[in-house]
């Protein structure tokens, strides 16, 4: 599966943005998605995940209540929908897939799209 993310920006903190990760293939479906970050000088880290039906969700504790991770097998599309965001959310995020959801930044999918800048100001 080929993924594609969008929907990155500069936002002020306390703001809000929504990702979207469009996927070729007939086959999106059957994958797990999750979203994954590296801000300047870190090291690349697991954001959020979703199994195939949209029926377990995992979020790093960074976000959880913060973020939310969807999706929609109909328009093949995987979402992660971020508010109050905080100058420490800046980073490249990263759409990826892989066939089971995993859970820590220790998951390493097998597809990843390319990535979209967040910059969130104070």
């Known amino acids: 599966v080929q993924l594609q993310a969008f929907g990155g920006g500069l936002v002020q903190a306390g703001g809000s943005l929504r990702l979207s990760c469009a996927a070729s293939?007939?086959?999106?479906?059957?994958?797990?998605m999750g979203w994954f970050r590296q801000g300047p000088g870190k090291e690349r880290e697991f954001v959020a995940s979703?199994?195939?039906?949209?029926?377990?969700?995992y979020y790093a504790d960074s976000v959880k209540g913060r973020f939310t991770i969807s999706r929609d097998n109909a328009e093949n599309t995987a979402y992660l929908q971020m508010n109050s965001l905080k100058p420490e959310d800046t980073a490249v995020y990263y759409c990826?897939?892989?066939?089971?959801?995993?859970?820590?930044?220790?998951?390493?999918?097998?597809?990843w799209g390319q990535g979209t800048q967040v910059t969130v100001s104070s």
């Open positions: 990826a897939s892989d066939t089971i959801p995993g859970r820590d930044s220790r998951w390493y999918p097998q597809s």
């Open positions: 293939g007939r086959t999106f479906r059957s994958y797990a």
């Open positions: 979703i199994n195939w039906n949209g029926g377990s969700t």
